[in-house]
T-cell receptor, first 116, second 115 residues
Framework: QQPVQSPQAVILREGEDAVINCSSSKALYSVHWYRQKHGEAPVFLMILLKGGEQKGHEKISASFNEKKQQSSLYLTASQLSYSGTYFCGTEGSLGAGGTSYGKLTFGQGTILTVHP | DAGVIQSPRHEVTEMGQEVTLRCKPISGHDYLFWYRQTMMRGLELLIYFNNNVPIDDSGMPEDRFSAKMPNASFSTLKIQPSEPRDSAVYFC?????????????FGEGSWLTVV
């Protein structure tokens, strides 16, 4: 099942902050965040694992609430280059610590526009 | 290090023709994924391979679609015969596991238009 992202769109001025949320109805092993600019490939931003491990860009932060199957991406002091569509991809937990081995289901995307 | 390489970048073909999309994953990655992106359906996983073996093809729309991975450095996605509803961007992606999970890297995509 596809995770649900909110909001669908955000408009910011440079320097403002934003939070993008991702919610799943199933137990998760990991959450992945990507940014896609128009006409380009999705670019990896962050991965958060059940248990607390995470990896990503220095200027990006995110959280993962395993109990609620929710993740949030925090964009602070936004820059023009942050504009794009942000996707969360969720990897299901198969129980007994197992995963669906990288099989990501993506949300519908959040369009972020940063103005000067 | 080179990223995931896809070809062709753009293809326009007539309905009924065969289309072959190609992908070279990042060297050393043992997972390869084919995704399709459309405005209506977003990013959908079609099929993925581990060590050249197809693991899950439940996302392949129908028998007109087939994918192969003959070796660790090459994969193809074939559509035969193609239909206008197959028009989409097809992304190939690859990954490998490390201490922090399975980071997936996408290629630039193949933009397919079927007329």
């Amino acid at each position: 099942q596809q995770p649900v992202q909110s909001p669908q769109a955000v408009i910011l001025r440079e320097g403002e902050d934003a939070v993008i949320n991702c919610s799943s109805s199933k137990a998760l092993y990991s959450v992945h965040w990507y940014r896609q600019k128009h006409g380009e490939a999705p670019v990896f931003l962050m991965i958060l694992l059940k248990g607390g491990e995470q990896k990503g860009h220095e200027k990006i932060s995110a959280s993962f609430n395993e109990k609620k199957q929710q993740s949030s991406l925090y964009l602070t002091a936004s820059q023009l280059s942050y504009s794009g569509t942000y996707f969360c991809g969720t990897e299901g937990s198969l129980g007994a610590g197992g995963t669906s081995y990288g099989k990501l289901t993506f949300g519908q995307g959040t369009i972020l526009t940063v103005h000067p | 290090d080179a990223g995931v390489i896809q070809s062709p970048r753009h293809e326009v073909t007539e309905m009924g023709q065969e289309v072959t999309l190609r992908c070279k994953p990042i060297s050393g990655h043992d997972y390869l994924f084919w995704y399709r992106q459309t405005m209506m359906r977003g990013l959908e996983l079609l099929i993925y391979f581990n060590n050249n073996v197809p693991i899950d093809d439940s996302g392949m729309p129908e028998d007109r679609f087939s994918a192969k991975m003959p070796n660790a450095s090459f994969s193809t996605l074939k559509i035969q015969p193609s239909e206008p509803r197959d028009s989409a961007v097809y992304f190939c992606a690859s990954s490998s596991w490390d201490r922090v999970g399975n980071t997936i890297y996408f290629g630039e995509g193949s933009w397919l238009t079927v007329v």
